[in-house]
T-cell receptor, first 113, second 112 residues
Framework: KNEVEQSPQNLTAQEGEFITINCSYS?????LHWLQQHPGGGIVSLFM???GKKKHGRLIATINIQEKHSSLHITASHPRDSAVYIC???????????????FGKGTHLIIQP | DGGITQSPKYLFRKEGQNVTLSCEQN?????MYWYRQDPGQGLRLIYY???????QKGDIAEGYSVSREKKESFPLTVTSAQKNPTAFYLC???????????FGEGSRLTVL
């Protein structure tokens, strides 16, 4: 079973600050998803990565497969970035067609103007 | 627009009643999933389907049932056997080529 830890659980920052959210997991994975859950409850996929780094606008995701760790960074944060950010490692051996995912509990981010 | 539509967004149910949550997608994805989200916990898999007319139990299937008669539709029934049904339910699909996940807006079920 993959144990997933996200930190911090809650984060409040001022507009413009550089934000880092961390995700650690315990078993080998084939990929890792970063998801954003907005206050209404719907979830949007931000990144799916299996190595290195990906960038989309002000969001950057990195992963170190050997250290079993991924980070999500937000540059020049804005109040509209306020949401819950969830990491979900994709287990290497999901087998049988199951989703093979283990979801973190999420990081609740609030960006104050 | 392509996407996943869940309905209803909010639902109230009396104890002992079955309710069905709708999930419709026009993304042409084969794989569809139902998740349950409780406060302070990660999403947990209820049921999934890789193809029409086939579905499999996830980690917490007891008290739930599904059907997959059409590629576009994957309804979830919360039965009276589910001991603690009050939760937020999310339907998702996965892209065949990319593996990217797509989620609906969710349905919040409250048992009175």
């Amino acid at each position: 079973k993959n144990e997933v830890e996200q930190s911090p659980q809650n984060l409040t920052a001022q507009e413009g600050e550089f934000i880092t959210i961390n995700c650690s997991y315990s078993v080998g994975i084939s990929a890792l998803h970063w998801l954003q859950q907005h206050p209404g409850g719907g979830i949007v996929s931000l990144f799916m990565l299996s190595s290195g780094k990906k960038k989309h606008g002000r969001l950057i995701a990195t992963i170190n497969i050997q250290e079993k760790h991924s980070s999500l960074h937000i540059t020049a944060s804005h109040p509209r970035d306020s949401a819950v950010y969830i990491c979900a490692p994709q287990n290497l051996y999901s087998g049988g067609g199951a989703d093979g995912l283990t979801f973190g509990k999420g990081t609740h981010l609030i960006i104050q103007p | 627009d392509g996407g996943i539509t869940q309905s209803p967004k909010y639902l109230f149910r009396k104890e002992g009643q079955n309710v069905t949550l709708s999930c419709e997608q026009n993304l042409n994805h084969d794989a569809m999933y139902w998740y349950r989200q409780d406060p302070g916990q990660g999403l947990r898999l209820i049921y999934y389907s890789q193809i029409v007319n086939d579905f499999q139990k996830g980690d917490i299937a007891e008290g739930y049932s599904v059907s997959r008669e059409k590629k576009e539709s994957f309804p979830l029934t919360v039965t009276s056997a589910q001991k603690n049904p009050t939760a937020f339910y999310l339907c998702a699909t996965r892209g065949q080529l990319t593996g990217e996940l797509f989620f609906g807006e969710g349905s919040r079920l409250t048992v009175l």
